[in-house]
């Protein structure tokens, strides 16, 4: 008998690829030629955009734009080197300066992408036959991190800080990790972060939270969903957060004790082999931590624009659900319901993401809808306008066709 086969991953690829388009789950992409403000050009149209995580409006602020030119004339454009070699600019240790301060930690160490960070930063802290307790609901990379590291994960029902003190109790000789999202991607809501912090405490596990989506929106300060309860070092000993949101940058940080950094320098692999990121870039970041901290208008006007989109939405009996984040999701359940409305708002030259699984649990495709400094009362107005005109026009529909079934 000849030797058999190995599969074909190709083959294999192409024919999971296949399956997403037969589930109408198919991921596409879409080129942006042109942005100004809240406005798109895609295709050679404009759209009015409600997907951006540019909450704060930062991406084309005059003083990071300049920020960044500055440094490419002195400078040049690539980091040329990982940190621990020759990459380690002054515009770096100027940024991880100012986020320390920012968020009330003793040092930040940067790291090119928010994934890498978690990455990182859980292969540095877990080892295999270690506990990581995580939210059912957590950004891929907190999974993929804890995967990576060889740790036993156990994800708790989203939210239930009962069910993750369960989860911890199984297994009281473990090293133990806690790690949730600050601000959920998804559902926009914010963690039980106090109940959290105290059950760490208690069960002397470390607490880790990814505010990529709280930082800059959150807190009197900007600093955060962690900032926003009353907690700090002591209570969160791991807070992680991009640049590329509220920050309008890109690249994301990891801020803790010396000891964490100190930690994570030596042990974190995607910070090690990795080059870094460009010291313009580094430099147009501290200019936005500047002006997050110091336009405190803008995380008003967010909240306010946050108001007067859940109360429109809520007189036109839209699914919202409970979140008073930028993140704004319509839960729509069907794939194809979620797919029908943001083509139905695109005709009307509007721009919302369907979200479908996996990238959502099945039966919770939605809208998901997100809110920025950028956006005007009558931008809001102008998407509940078309959102109420499609909804109550399937209703309508559907009435009709009941009535004509009998």
Known sequence: MGTPLRPDLLQRLAAQTSERERANLRRRLRTIEHVE????ESGGRRLLGFCSNDYLGLAQHPQLIAALKRVVDDEGVGGASAHLICGHRREHAQLEEALAEWTGRERALLFSTGYMANLGTMQALLARGDLCVQDKLNHACLLDGAQLAGAELKRYPHADVAAAARQL???PQAAALLATDGVFSMDGDVAPLAGLAALCAREHAMLMVDDAHGLGVLGADGAGSVQAVGLGQREVPVLMATLGKALG???AFVAGSAAVIDGLMQFARPYVYTTAMPPALAAAARAAVEVARGETWRREKLQSLIARFRAGAMQLGLPL???????QPLLLGDAQTALAAAQ???????????IRPPTVPQGQARLRITLSASHEDEHVDQLLDALGSHFHGQANASSHGATGNH
């Open 321 to 327: 659900m409970t979140s008073h984040s930028a993140i």
């Open 249 to 251: 940058c890109s690249g």
């Open 344 to 354: 139905a708002l695109e005709q009307r030259g509007l721009l919302v993401t369907a």
């Open 37 to 40: 403000g809240p406005w798109l």
């Open 169 to 171: 109790q199984s297994r």
